[in-house]
């Protein structure tokens, strides 16, 4: 329920009684502007702790003209709320903190922060955004706000750097932020390689971080005033990465799960609220599915048509998320291992693509957009990857299931059905790069 939208206009609540969407986005961000210039002259709330009190007064600062919530967070409705990532060829879903745990999560964060002196002392702009990208991709996670986090977290990122001795001003790359930060949300890789799902903004940091002048700036840049994490982060900073590392290795799995089950993926959907059950209440819900979930994972391994290792390797990975969280877990957090990669079979991969753009065709042409949707995504994903596994294989035999009932389709399936093949049996001798994981890969 979106208790921030009118539901007769689908516009948000607004001060100035506009009903137009268009509109109303305009003059949020005229106003906003102005109270963000405000904040950048040292207008506004002020302070070194950055936590949940402090976000929730530049909210109200930079949107106190448009919007009655200002400063409200999403707990104050009760909004949860789901949004697509902003990353091409890409379909995944982005979850955001549960609204139940913002202040807690926004604290820990901000805590945690100011143990690290709010990032004084770092020499160098790549410095300063190694550790600047980790911690804005903590505080996008919460997405503590219906509406504004972007600009709240700009604002206030602005002023960590100004009191670290550095200016940050996203205004020429603007457009390169929400797919960097999105891809920190999804977070492809997993436990241990979280470097890689922030390269993207970590590298947006660096480029549009400089160096203040004065003495002032250069006191704060000193590397006495470092005071770096020698542990790692502290415990509540730890517990939220290991809830977020489980809700992304959800997706994935989800995928494998309904390959197991058709029954309109209700094991599947049951897993995802399953999981995010845990994130709202850890303890409780792994007490309450933790043991489900387990046997459901090794359903998965053992089935058949999952042993190929891409498949395995996400199954894998949420099975260590799980078991970081189980009662019986250990301090350290488990890293699923990466897998070997190799040069990619071109020709037979050419000739894969071809043979399922071919049928796509054919579906579309019987009047099956359903499968052919499917097989299209399956196949450009193979064309990039040069892997052929996991869902994008089931949604090939399904394509296949349908084709071969139909005579005009007959052959086309046969000449799919024996590219496949060939893809397969290269792929039982040759380690697959994985899907996906490179920079420019889809999701598989």
Known sequence: MDNFTDPHTGVFYNKLGITDAQELEQATKDASLRR?????????????TFDAQRLRAVHHHLFQDTFEWAGQTRREAGFQGVKAADLPGMERPMHFAPFERI??????????????????????????????????????????????????????FAEIAYQAGYQVDF??????????????IVGLHGAGHKDRDLQALRELFARNTTPLPGPDAEAARHPGQARPLTDGPTPAVRHIEQLRELVAAAPAMQQLVAGVDYRRNQR???????????????????????????????EVKGDKRFQDPVSQHEAARFGAALTVLSPEQTKTVLS?????????????????????????????????????????????????????????????????????????????????????????????????????????????
């Open 36 to 48: 963000l210039q405000e904040l950048a002259a040292g207008y506004g709330p002020q302070g070194d």
């Open 103 to 156: 202040d807690e999560r926004l604290n820990a964060v901000g805590e945690q922060l100011k143990q690290e002196n709010n990032l004084k002392g770092l020499p160098t702009p790549e410095a300063f955004a190694e550790r600047a990208a980790y911690y804005f991709d903590h505080y996008n996670h919460v997405h503590a706000f219906r509406e504004g986090n972007g600009r709240t977290l700009q604002a206030t």
């Open 171 to 184: 205004n020429q790359e603007h457009e390169k932020l929400n797919p960097a930060r999105d891809q920190g």
């Open 268 to 298: 599947a959907d049951a897993l995802l609220s399953q999981v995010l059950d845990i994130d709202r209440n850890p303890q409780a819900g792994v007490a309450q599915h933790g043991a489900g979930l387990q046997q459901l994972l090794q």
């Open 336 to 444: 699923t291992p990466a897998l070997p990669s190799s040069n990619p079979p071109t020709a037979l991969t050419a000739t894969f693509v071809q043979a399922a753009k071919q049928l796509v065709d054919g579906l579309e042409e019987q009047g099956y957009p359903g499968p052919a949707d499917s097989l299209l995504r399956a196949a450009k994903a193979v064309e990039k990857s040069a892997y052929l596994g996991g869902a994008n294989l089931q949604a090939v035999a399904e394509a296949l299931t349908r084709a071969e009932k139909i005579p005009a389709l007959a052959d086309d399936a046969a000449t799919l059905r024996g590219a496949g093949r060939s893809m397969q049996e290269v792929q039982r001798t040759v380690a697959p790069p994985m899907p996906g994981r490179e920079d420019e890969g889809p999701e598989r």
